[in-house]
């Protein structure tokens, strides 16, 4: 099972909207309606931030969204927050009860 | 509250085992799933693969060898990774993950395992 693809970076300024995207196969992103989203800061446990494609857990701030098209997820962050700095990571369901991590996003907030 | 508290770093030689321990808090232990990921160094997150608490009957990522053994002790709560004749490339960062729906909701702070001569 590969790797989902991420852009290796991305960044914006204070306010802005990025979007981070996260394409697999039709054996996993396109397949499903398990994408979730986790927030990693270095030295810290990584946090859920965005569940079954698009659904935004409990505590997470509403500027935090997801969506999907064919065999691309995307996470979007609007009104980007310093504190909105570290690395993101997709995860998709692969069938058989495995999953797959996408390669990882560094977010730099200039 | 939930809370998943991992074991504390562990340095071991070449061909030594470990195992990594992961104590469930704050929830029934054997309703939610517990999946276990690593990052390797410099490296992104790792599906290793997970664990029912309620049969343990356990699932591995394909390519995890059979050197990676997932158990439970639910007198306890708690789950454990094992991993045994233990490589360089085997350092990393190992995280218990608990699963809710087709997520990991609430993860274990993390547990550091070097391998070095």
């Known amino acids: 099972q590969s790797a989902l693809t991420q852009p290796r970076s991305v960044s914006g300024s204070p306010g802005q909207s990025v979007t981070i995207s996260c394409t697999g196969t039709s054996s996993d992103v396109g397949g499903y309606n398990y994408v979730s989203w986790y927030q990693h800061h270095p030295g810290k446990a990584p946090k859920l931030m965005i569940s079954d494609v698009s659904k935004r857990p409990s505590g997470v701030p509403d500027r935090f969204s997801g969506s999907r098209s064919g065999n691309t997820a995307s996470l979007t962050i609007s009104g980007l927050q310093a504190e909105d700095e570290a690395d993101y990571y997709c995860c998709s369901y692969a069938g058989s009860y495995t999953y797959v991590f996408g390669t990882g996003t560094e977010v730099t907030v200039l | 509250q939930v809370q998943l508290v991992q074991s504390g770093s562990e340095l071991k030689k070449p061909g030594a085992s470990v195992k990594v321990s992961c104590k469930a808090s704050?929830?029934?232990?054997?309703?939610?799933?517990m999946n276990w990921v690593r990052q390797a160094p410099g490296q992104g997150l790792e599906w290793m693969g997970w664990?029912?608490?309620?049969?343990?009957?356990?699932t591995y990522a394909q390519g995890l060898t059979g050197r990676f053994v997932f158990s439970l002790d639910n007198t306890i709560n708690t789950a454990y990774l094992q991993i045994s004749s233990l490589k360089a490339e085997d350092t990393a960062v190992y995280y218990c993950?608990?699963?809710?729906?087709?997520?990991?909701?609430?993860w274990g702070q993390g547990t550091l395992v070097t391998v070095s001569s």
């Open positions: 704050g929830y029934t232990f054997s309703s939610h799933a």
């Open positions: 664990i029912s608490t309620k049969t343990g009957n356990p």
């Open positions: 993950a608990r699963e809710s729906g087709w997520a990991g909701d609430y």
